[in-house]
């Protein structure tokens, strides 16, 4: 399974990583081990979780100020990747070193660079609303799915899934089996724009409404490389407009926000939030809209693992088309590929003039 080198990959949630004694992620992304750590000031390290000794993991070593000991044979590294002490020797060879990799914190998220380090644009990184945004009261979450993460991008890219996967929890009936959304080709993603309308909300929280309560729902999401997939929902007592903004009453303005991290061939690290503006919240209801979305993304990893499993047991198995659930799929998982080949190309081109 190939990966993207120059892109930004989520290393997880700002909050998962303490100033502790033993505060260290250690983090397997597209592939490779990285270890994540602050330096004394906050700011975020991101190192090759491996010894140049004997490889063991930097993971399990000791934060000194800025540096990580080795503790196998105590082997000390700088937060630039530089080895600057060996135990009983007394020069250190300056190649003993270990990669490091630019990050950035953003919506608190942790993004790492695995590429090209000049490359490492912060405007390539989604725009989300994070639980520090003010104007959300919002939940983080995470789940580990053993799926790869084309798999969850077709799973994210279409929301026909929802009415049957998500029957109990955050299915709105049949409305988005039903749909038939355009997706707009992005650079790195595509753009999801669409209304269901005159529809019953979702079982778990249809006890807060009037009985038989009906809405009108917005899906604004983008969805980008490897499978971040930020929406915008808002929800609305039906109207009677047939197109365009409902007319109805705004009873919910909300961002679920999801970084989907490859961590190789078979799973992924899912860190996700759900979020409800100050205008539209009450007491609970982050809290409910987030157990919602765990119970979902439970009912998820067991649809998305059993077919990771298949996968694995019919490698050349061949999917059949059934039309409008698959066109999401199709042009997210043909703009990945793209991405990739163009990758490729460039890095054969610069092999071919070195
Ligand atoms: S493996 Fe790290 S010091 Fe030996
Ligand atoms: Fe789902």
């Given at each position: 399974?190939?990966f993207l080198?120059?892109?930004?990959?989520?290393?997880?949630?700002?909050?998962?990583?303490?100033?502790?004694?033993?505060?260290m992620?250690?983090?397997?992304?597209?592939g490779?081990?990285?270890?994540?750590y602050?330096?004394?000031?906050?700011?975020?390290?991101?190192?090759?979780?491996?010894?140049?000794?004997?490889?063991?993991?930097?993971?399990?070593?000791?934060?000194?100020?800025?540096?990580?000991?080795?503790?196998?044979?105590g082997?000390?590294?700088?937060?630039?990747?530089?080895?600057?002490?060996?135990?009983?020797?007394?020069?250190?060879?300056?190649?003993?070193?270990?990669?490091?990799?630019?990050?950035?914190?953003?919506?608190?998220?942790?993004?790492?660079?695995?590429?090209?380090?000049?490359?490492a644009?912060?405007?390539?990184?989604?725009?989300?609303?994070g639980?520090?945004?003010?104007?959300?009261?919002?939940?983080?979450?995470?789940?580990?799915?053993?799926?790869?993460?084309?798999?969850?991008?077709?799973?994210?890219?279409?929301?026909?899934?929802?009415?049957?996967?998500?029957?109990?929890?955050i299915?709105?009936?049949?409305?988005?089996?039903?749909?038939?959304?355009?997706?707009?080709?992005?650079p790195?993603?595509?753009?999801?724009?669409?209304?269901?309308?005159?529809v019953?909300?979702?079982?778990?929280?249809?006890?807060?409404?009037?009985p038989?309560?009906?809405?009108?729902?917005?899906?604004?999401?983008?969805?980008?490389?490897?499978?971040?997939?930020i929406?915008?929902?808002?929800?609305?007592?039906?109207?009677t407009?047939?197109?365009?903004?409902?007319?109805g009453?705004?009873?919910?303005?909300?961002?679920?926000?999801?970084a989907?991290?490859?961590?190789d061939?078979?799973?992924?690290?899912?860190?996700?939030?759900?979020?409800?503006?100050?205008?539209?919240?009450?007491?609970?209801?982050?809290?409910?809209?987030?157990?919602?979305?765990?119970?979902?993304?439970?009912?998820?990893?067991?649809m998305?693992?059993?077919?990771?499993?298949?996968?694995?047991?019919?490698?050349?198995f061949?999917?059949?088309?059934?039309?409008?659930?698959?066109?999401?799929?199709?042009?997210?998982?043909?703009?990945?590929?793209?991405?990739?080949?163009?990758?490729?190309?460039?890095?054969?081109?610069?092999?071919?003039?070195?």
């Amino acid at each position: 399974m190939k990966f993207l080198q120059n892109a930004w990959y989520c290393a997880g949630w700002d909050y998962q990583l303490s100033q502790g004694r033993d505060a260290m992620l250690a983090r397997k992304i597209a592939g490779k081990r990285i270890l994540v750590y602050r330096k004394l000031g906050g700011q975020v390290v991101a190192m090759e979780d491996q010894c140049p000794h004997r490889q063991a993991a930097l993971s399990l070593g000791r934060r000194e100020g800025d540096a990580i000991r080795c503790m196998y044979h105590g082997l000390k590294f700088e937060a630039d990747g530089q080895c600057s002490e060996i135990p009983n020797v007394e020069k250190v060879p300056e190649q003993i070193c270990v990669r490091t990799y630019p990050v950035v914190e953003k919506d608190n998220w942790i993004w790492v660079w695995l590429g090209d380090p000049s490359k490492a644009d912060p405007a390539l990184i989604c725009d989300a609303v994070g639980p520090g945004n003010t104007e959300y009261t919002t939940r983080p979450s995470y789940i580990q799915i053993d799926a790869n993460y084309l798999l969850e991008n077709a799973n994210l890219a279409d929301l026909s899934h929802s009415s049957f996967t998500h029957d109990n929890t955050i299915a709105m009936g049949w409305a988005q089996a039903l749909a038939k959304p355009e997706h707009k080709i992005l650079p790195r993603g595509i753009k999801t724009d669409y209304w269901v309308r005159n529809v019953a909300l979702p079982k778990f929280v249809q006890h807060l409404f009037p009985p038989g309560f009906m809405c009108d729902a917005n899906f604004d999401i983008t969805q980008t490389y490897p499978c971040n997939w930020i929406l915008h929902f808002r929800v609305f007592s039906a109207g009677t407009a047939t197109e365009g903004e409902s007319n109805g009453q705004l009873v919910l303005d909300s961002y679920s926000c999801q970084a989907v991290t490859p961590r190789d061939e078979g799973s992924v690290d899912y860190y996700y939030s759900w979020g409800v503006s100050k205008q539209t919240e009450q007491p609970g209801l982050a809290d409910t809209l987030k157990e919602g979305l765990d119970q979902a993304f439970t009912e998820d990893k067991a649809m998305l693992e059993g077919q990771q499993v298949r996968l694995r047991e019919n490698p050349d198995f061949k999917q059949m088309g059934i039309g409008p659930a698959d066109a999401g799929p199709a042009k997210m998982l043909r703009v990945i590929n793209e991405l990739i080949e163009a990758e490729e190309r460039e890095a054969s081109q610069q092999a071919a003039n070195a």
